[in-house]
């Protein structure tokens, strides 16, 4: 139910963005394991702080926590990504939320775009793509 991350819960320990300005902090929300790693794997090596949570409702029951971008997979066990993402927008307006999944309809894409996804990334993921999408 909780965070998967490292023991701290956190990414790199002092890593600094471009400018040696504090790092983005990155949430990844998506219940397989080795697409979690991975893309967290991706993104510290980018300097970004990264968490990690294997589910929806972990995400939404997170404290006071704000991140600068989610990447928040549709096809999540316990909820739907489409039903985690507009209470997500609604907690943190700014939010960029980058939906991860394997659908891939121009159906699916329109809905999570409506509900406010920033970018879409479809599995299995090109690092470049999502590397890119993030830094957006």
Not at 78 to 89: N, Y
Request: proline share 4%; glycine share 10%.
């Amino acid at each position: 139910n909780a965070s998967a991350g490292s023991s701290g819960g956190s990414g790199s320990a002092g890593s600094a963005g471009p400018g040696g300005s504090s790092s983005k902090r990155v949430a990844i929300v998506e219940d397989d394991p080795l697409t979690r790693r991975l893309v967290r794997l991706w993104l510290e090596a980018e300097g970004y702080d990264v968490d990690e949570f294997t589910g929806g409702r972990a995400i939404l029951d997170r404290k006071s926590e704000a991140y600068d971008v989610i990447c928040l997979d549709l096809g999540l066990e316990d909820v739907s990504g489409l039903t985690v993402l507009p209470h997500l927008r609604a907690a943190q307006p700014d939010l960029a939320v980058v939906v991860i999944t394997a659908e891939n309809s121009v159906e699916t894409a329109v809905s999570a775009m409506r509900a406010g996804a920033f970018d879409y990334v479809t599995k299995p993921l090109a690092e470049a793509r999502l590397r890119a999408a993030v830094a957006r």
